[in-house]
């Protein structure tokens, strides 16, 4: 079964930075537009971040100039580069597909930011 594996958070002051990666299993991976989603407690998940396959990128307006979304297709691998991290930034991100219905979402990776 074609898995993702979220990795990368962590506590954090405001104003730090982490880098979140995210693995996929699939040989495919590297035609995939994939995104980054977060899920803060008692909100939907969000679409914060997203690559297409040829590594054009677009961002939410609440992270635009902060996160950096990349990716390395040998590795099958995303990553969120998060910089000047706010607290409302704190949630748990996961990565899937833009349309987040190409995988089973996996486990996610909390970030917590503190003030």
């Known amino acids: 079964q074609v898995q993702l594996v979220e990795s990368g958070g962590g506590l954090v002051q405001a104003g730090g930075s982490l880098r979140l990666s995210c693995a996929a299993s699939?040989?495919?991976?590297?035609?995939?537009?994939m995104g980054w989603f977060r899920q803060a407690p008692g909100k939907q998940r969000e679409l914060v971040a997203g690559?297409?396959?040829?590594?054009?990128?677009n961002y939410a307006d609440s992270v635009k100039g902060r996160f950096t979304i990349s990716r390395d297709n040998a590795k099958r691998t995303v990553y969120l580069q998060m910089n000047s991290l706010k607290p409302e930034d704190t949630a748990v991100y996961y990565c899937?597909?833009?349309?987040?219905?190409?995988?089973?979402w996996g486990q996610g990776t909390q970030v917590t930011v503190s003030s």
């Open positions: 899937n597909t833009l349309t987040g219905m190409g995988y089973p």
């Open positions: 699939e040989t495919i991976f590297s035609i995939r537009n």
């Open positions: 690559i297409t396959r040829s590594s054009n990128t």
